[in-house]
């Protein structure tokens, strides 16, 4: 088996970095931008868990891996933006709605109970 500087020389990391943003990439095109969004744990799980398992085979060791931000295309990311902003309204006024509910039927049953 070769090893990184068997073939990249002086020049390893180069190599180190050649072979990190290949495994990356191949790693992040396995999820939709959709799946991105949701589920950053899961992407930045497997993108670390691919990484040490490729570098292994170079007997390198990676350390930590941290995924510190994600771009996507303008229009789709303020999407994403607008659609949890709607969500969290949604949430909002159904938690207003229970509440009211509870008002309401606190108060019809006072009223039974006065009558």
């Given at each position: 088996?070769?090893?990184?500087?068997?073939?990249?020389?002086?020049?390893?990391?180069a190599g180190i970095i050649r072979i990190a943003r290949n495994?990356?990439?191949?790693?992040?095109a396995k999820f939709g931008a959709l799946e991105v969004f949701y589920n950053r744990t899961t992407v930045e799980l497997t993108m670390r868990?691919?990484?040490?398992?490729k570098m292994l085979e170079q007997?390198?060791?990676?350390e930590s891996f941290q995924l510190l931000d994600i771009e996507l295309p303008g229009t789709l990311n303020q999407a994403l933006i607008d659609t949890e902003d709607l969500n969290l309204?949604?949430?909002?006024?159904?938690?207003e709605q229970e509440e009211e509910t509870?008002?309401?039927?606190?108060?019809?049953?006072?009223?039974?109970?006065?009558?």
């Open positions: 088996m070769l090893f990184i500087f068997d073939t990249w020389g002086e020049e390893y990391e495994v990356l990439r191949d790693s992040m868990t691919t990484l040490q398992e007997k390198i060791t990676v309204q949604i949430e909002t006024v159904k938690f509870e008002k309401a039927i606190g108060q019809v049953n006072k009223a039974v109970t006065d009558a």
